[in-house]
């Protein structure tokens, strides 16, 4: 069965203050590792998909990397508006359905 | 989320009630997803579509019942509903099965 782990569950930065965000997961043959953010009232937003360890991708002060085992959201410089929910879901190969894990919910303060 | 509309967006209902959920999408996406969202625990799949009148079961489907007689239109059923689902729901589209998720607002249903 597949498994998602985020850590931590909550984050409290303060306004330029960088930091990671562990997603940690256990699946058979990946296809794909998927990051989303989620704001409170809000259905999940897209942001990353990563297909193999050593990928990264970048948009704005995020950025995302991929190891075999576990997946980092890093926030450069974080800013208020980056407060959300951040989602981390795999997919196993063969698969239709995503895995989610609980989130984390990163508090950024001015 | 401009795409998939999801309603109502609240609802509570008594134990022993049904109703239906609709998810309308205009994406012209083949896949649909019905989630739930609990406190403490990530988005669980209960039904999903690969296209316009197949269902499958996902991981929590007991209590649930869906629909896709049309394209763009995904409907999840409570046949009677019990306080154990009272959550969040989700719908969520896709192009194909490697394609990025894309999801509605949920609605929020409590069961009294």
């Known amino acids: 069965e597949d498994q998602v782990t985020q850590s931590p569950e909550a984050l409290r930065l303060q306004e330029g203050e960088s930091s990671s965000l562990n997603c940690s997961y256990t699946?058979?043959?990946?296809?794909?590792l998927f990051w989303y953010r989620q704001d409170p009232g809000k259905g999940p937003e897209f942001l990353f998909t990563?297909?193999?360890a050593g990928e990264e991708k970048e948009k704005e002060r995020l950025k995302a990397t991929l190891t075999k085992k576990e997946s980092f959201l890093h926030i450069t410089a974080p800013k208020p508006e980056d407060s959300a929910t951040y989602l981390c879901?795999?997919?196993?190969?063969?698969?239709?359905?995503?895995?989610f894990g609980a989130g984390t919910t990163v508090t950024v303060r001015a | 989320n401009a795409g998939v509309t999801q309603t109502p967006k609240f609802r509570v209902l008594k134990t022993g009630q049904s109703m239906t959920l609709l998810c309308a999408q205009d994406m012209n996406h083949e896949y649909m997803y019905w989630y739930r969202q609990d406190p403490g625990m990530g988005l669980r799949l209960i039904h999903y579509s690969v296209g316009e009148g197949t269902t499958a079961k996902g991981e929590v489907p007991d209590g649930y019942n869906v629909s896709r007689l049309k394209k763009q239109n995904f409907l999840l059923g409570l046949e009677s509903a019990a306080p154990s689902q009272t959550s969040v729901y989700f719908c969520a589209t896709g192009r194909d099965s490697n394609q990025p998720q894309h999801f509605g607002d949920g609605t929020r249903l409590s069961i009294l």
């Open positions: 990563l297909y193999s």
């Open positions: 699946v058979s043959g990946l296809r794909g």
């Open positions: 879901a795999v997919q196993a190969a063969g698969d239709y359905k995503l895995s």
